[in-house]
């Protein structure tokens, strides 16, 4: 497919952009420039990327007229190099297609993380503890800044669920492939009879929600104040630092007590029931406009079994797209890369076929 104009679209949108940003008044609204900024670096990136490419074919294209000349040495070591060329064609190729293709507008957000430990007790908790590591340790790999806003552990030093908030570069359109129901197979360090149970844990990856895309009304919230229960020091068993809010129409409700002040939490309670309210107005729309929804590739439904990690073969499946590794140590070490980007090129060939190029 030739997506020289689309590259012509992002080279003039990158010049409006350094126009504005050479404009003195351009950080007077902060939270513009910054969208402003990242879509600035996200354009920088993709023309990159297709100089990079159109370089690589260049390339190609000069070793293979190399490859049949008269000089022997000159042709056998461009010979060589053309199938290395080809692979960084193909590669550079799909990176150009899932850069072009029609980007959610949450996709740049960021997010907040629910992990909730589901069907098997102390073992479902302590697999949820071990996605929390995962995931930070992901994030702390691509340079994004994860904060622990909220938990509630369990008596065995897992968690029954936890919220982890993940600030950067694209998290949302990265992460969102994690929601679902995640099942571990494994032998509990409780078994006594090496006896292999199955547990799972439920993953909610939310795009984190503004003030200005869901109002919170007064009279929609009850919001009480309690002590702080369970670990935590003296200083959060002695004060009534946890802060409970019911969202009255919905039924929502959120409590945190992980914070160091009162209105720490309320300021963090308040922020993940607005993004769950968010979460829920997008499913909405997205359930109007999509009946198919259910079938496609990222699509957040949390009822959804979507990967199966067995500890004695160390292999995990992704369901939801058939691919099987077995490199579950460097999964759960925190190496999402190969998953995420076999996840990305399922929905980048599922969008191309909707859009009729494929």
């Known amino acids: 497919m030739d997506y020289s104009s689309l590259i012509a679209q992002r080279r003039r949108r990158i010049g409006e952009i350094d126009d504005m940003m050479a404009d003195a008044s351009f950080f007077n609204d902060p939270k513009k420039a910054g969208e402003i900024v990242r879509e600035h670096r996200k354009i920088k990136s993709t023309l990159e990327t297709w100089e990079r490419l159109e370089s690589a074919k260049r390339q190609l294209e000069e070793n293979e007229e190399l490859s049949k000349g008269d000089d022997a040495d000159f042709a056998e070591m461009a010979k060589e190099e053309i199938p290395g060329l080809q692979a960084e064609i193909a590669k550079l190729s799909e990176e150009i297609q899932y850069a072009l293709l029609p980007a959610d507008p949450n996709e740049d957000r960021d997010a907040i993380v629910e992990i909730r430990a589901g069907a098997g007790g102390d073992e479902a908790s302590l697999f949820a503890a071990e996605l929390l590591r995962l995931y930070q340790r992901y994030a702390e790999g691509r340079g994004w800044k994860t904060e622990h806003l909220s938990s509630s552990p369990s008596e065995v030093g897992g968690f029954k669920e936890v919220f982890l908030r993940v600030t950067g570069d694209e998290v949302f359109r990265t992460l969102k492939y994690e929601s679902g129901v995640h099942r571990v197979q494994r032998v509990p360090a409780t078994e006594t009879q090496g006896r292999i149970h199955t547990s799972t844990v439920t993953v909610a990856v939310m795009p984190e929600a503004e003030e200005v895309d869901v109002e919170l009304k007064p009279d929609d919230l009850r919001i009480e104040v309690c002590r702080a229960g369970g670990a935590g020091g ?73 990967r199966t990690y067995n500890f004695p073969q160390s292999r995990i499946t992704d369901h939801r797209i058939g691919f099987t590794s077995h490199n579950l140590s460097g999964v759960m070490a925190g190496d999402l890369s190969e998953l995420t980007g076999e996840l990305q090129k399922a929905e980048m060939a599922e969008k191309l076929s909707e859009a009729g190029v494929r």
């Open 234 to 306: 003296q200083h959060v068993n002695r004060t009534e630092s946890a802060v409970q809010v019911f969202h009255l129409p919905t039924g929502l409700y959120v409590r945190c007590e992980d914070g160091r002040s009162q209105g720490q939490n309320k300021e963090r309670a308040l922020q993940i029931m607005r993004t769950r309210l968010y979460e829920m107005k997008l499913r909405e729309e997205q359930e109007k406009h999509s009946a198919h929804r259910r079938a496609q590739i990222g699509s957040g439904d949390r009822s959804e079994k979507i």
